[in-house]
C-alpha cells in the first residue's frame, strides 16, 4: 500500500491516504536536560487512535519511541539525571544530543518509506562522542496492521572505553532500562502484556523472549491496540531482557544492557535491530505472535 511522505526540514509525516500515522522529529527543539533526540511521534493504529505520548509531567524527557541510552560511560543519552551506584539519580549535567547530521535516502514507494540517517552524538559539554547510521522503514501490511522497522548502528569515536549500562547494572533494581524505548499513552495504564510465555504485567519486567506485545484502551472510543515489539538474535545479549510496564505508565523497551554492562574500546560499534507492529484491537498471544513473525521479517527485509 503505497505510503507518503512530508518533509518540512524539521520533521518527516508518513502518511496513508489522509491519516498520517508517523512523525519522525529529526531535529528536535527541547532542552539539554531532555537529551534532544530524534524521536517517533506521534504514532497512530490504522484506525486513527493514537498509541504513544509526548513529554509526559513524570519524565519529559520520554517522547513516542526514540533510540534513548542513559548510561553510556560518563554520559547520558536519556535524558533527566543519570543513577550512579551509592549516589541514586545525580544531575551531572551530562545530557548528551543525538544531532542530524544528513538523510542518504529518503524515499516512498509502493513497498513503504524508507530512511537512512547520519548523525552525531555530541556530549553537553560540546565534545563529539559517537557517530550513528540509523535506517528505519514503514510499511503497510493490512488493513489493520503497520510495521515500523529501525536499525543503529553507533561507533565509539572517543579515545577511551565506554562501557554501555543501565541503573541496574548501577545498582537499582529492575531498571534496566536504556534502548528502542516507547511511552505509551495515559490510558494505557494498567494494559495487558503477551509474551511467549504468556500474559501479564508489571511481572513480565526482565523476561527474555524474541517478543512482547503490550494491548491498550483507548480513552473516549471503544477501542483497543496492540504494539508487537521485535528484538533481533543477532543482537547484543539476545535473546533481549524485556523493561516493561504497566504501572504507572505504559512503557516497553528491549533493553539489551538490562543487567550485563558491554565494554566498547575506540572504534568499537554496536548494531541494533528492532521492530514494532501497531495493530489495530487486541491480537491475543496468538495474534501478537503472528504479527512478530511479520515484524521479523520486515526487518531483515530492512537489512
Known sequence: MTLHLD??????????????????????????????????????????????????????????????????????????????????????????????????????????????????????????????????????????????????????DTENTVVMGSPTTEGRENAGYGGFFWRGPRSFTEGTVYTAEGEGGDEKMGERGDWLAYRGKHDSVDAVSTLVFTDHPENPTAPVKWFVRTTPFAAVCPAPFFDTELPMEPGDTVTLRHAVAICNGDTGIDGAAKAAALAAAELDRLG
Open 7 to 156: 518533509d518540512n526540514g524539521t520533521a518527516v509525516s508518513i502518511n496513508k491516504g489522509d491519516l498520517t500515522i508517523l512523525r519522525y522529529v529529526y531535529r528536535p527543539d527541547n532542552a539539554q536536560f531532555e537529551s534532544p533526540r530524534p524521536y517517533f511521534e506521534p504514532l497512530y493504529d490504522l484506525a486513527g487512535n493514537q498509541v504513544s505520548l509526548y513529554r509526559p509531567h513524570d519524565h519529559v524527557w520520554h517522547k513516542g519511541i526514540a533510540l534513548s541510552l542513559p548510561n553510556a560511560g560518563p554520559e547520558n543519552f536519556w535524558g533527566g539525571a543519570t543513577f550512579r551506584r551509592g549516589k541514586g539519580y545525580v544531575d551531572e549535567k551530562n545530557d548528551g544530543a543525538m544531532v542530524h547530521s544528513e538523510f542518504t535516502e529518503l524515499t516512498s514507494d509502493e513497498h513503504g518509506v524508507k530512511a537512512v540517517e547520519r548523525l552525531d552524538w555530541i556530549t553537553q559539554d560540546g565534545r563529539h562522542f559517537f557517530s550513528e547510521t540509523r535506517t528505519f522503514a514503514v510499511t503497510v501490511l493490512a488493513d489493520d496492521t503497520w510495521v515500523l522497522s529501525f536499525t543503529t548502528a553507533f561507533t565509539n
